[in-house]
């Protein structure tokens, strides 16, 4: 059982953040300026990397054979690091000011920090580890808030200044998950045992609800961009992509809700 489920998870991790890899990539190149080929290039580049790992990943199911689908896991771990340390060069190059473009320095980290994340996941699950410690549910809560924080951030900055009202409620939003972010920092320093259930499912019920509320504006706001119903600076695969981490985040908060449950 516990094979089928790390061939699983570990195929479901894959195929979600492949994608992600992949459009990270493609929004990069098409911030840089044009005399920034050899970046452009590098960009290129991994998106034809991902999108092999996506080919060679549709040839899997969950009845792959374990050691098959943790030597691609390795792989896969590779084309992560990698496209993680393209992400920190620019952002080392931005902040230095020897580069100049339209990727905002908090945009880099912010994509940085999912590769970090994918690597890591991809590691785990080829060390056999797939249930949750007390400890690795706050420490997972405080990645994707703070990335739902910065979406919200995004959002604000890439809507035209005419939108008052959408602009306000992106504001809105960063201002509730920085709130939220520093509420699952103090928590994560007081470090609660499993016996603390009711307050990690009061927790992660919060986050859901917060979340579920940020999901549904960014649908709206997708669907709008979509439309060419609003004035933004937004490509629309940008909309889709939070959406779809949105939805991610609501998934992993109920994965370990009835983790929970089980203990």
Known sequence: MATNQIVAR????????????????????LGFTYEQKQL?????????????????????????DLRQVQAFNTEVYQAAAAIYGYKRKILDLTLRCQI???????????????????????????????????????????FFLKIMADHAKFIGHLLDPSERKLVDQARE????????????????????????????GQFLNQNKVSVASLRDFKKTA?????????KS??????????FREASRFIEIIEMFEASLSRT
Request: proline share 4%; charged share 30%; hydrophobic share 40%.
């Open 10 to 29: 570990s195929l479901d991790e894959i195929k979600f953040w492949s994608r992600i890899m992949k459009e990270h990539a493609l929004f990069l190149s």
């Open 40 to 64: 452009i290039d590098e960009a290129n580049g991994f998106i034809s990397l991902f999108e092999r790992i996506e080919e060679k990943l549709s040839r899997f199911t969950v009845n792959s």
């Open 100 to 142: 100049r473009h339209n990727n905002f320095p908090l945009l880099i980290d912010h994509v940085s920090r999912e590769a970090a994340y994918f690597a890591n996941r991809l590691k785990e699950l080829n060390e056999g580890k797939l249930a949750p410690t007390p400890d690795a549910v706050i420490e997972e809560n405080v």
């Open 173 to 200: 939003f960063s201002h509730d998950f920085d709130q939220l972010l520093f509420q699952a920092v103090d928590l994560d320093y007081m470090r609660p045992q499993s016996e603390t259930k009711p307050l990690l």
């Open 222 to 230: 997708r669907d709008l961009i979509e439309e060419c119903r609003i």
């Open 233 to 242: 600076i937004i490509h629309p695969l940008l909309a889709d992509h939070t």
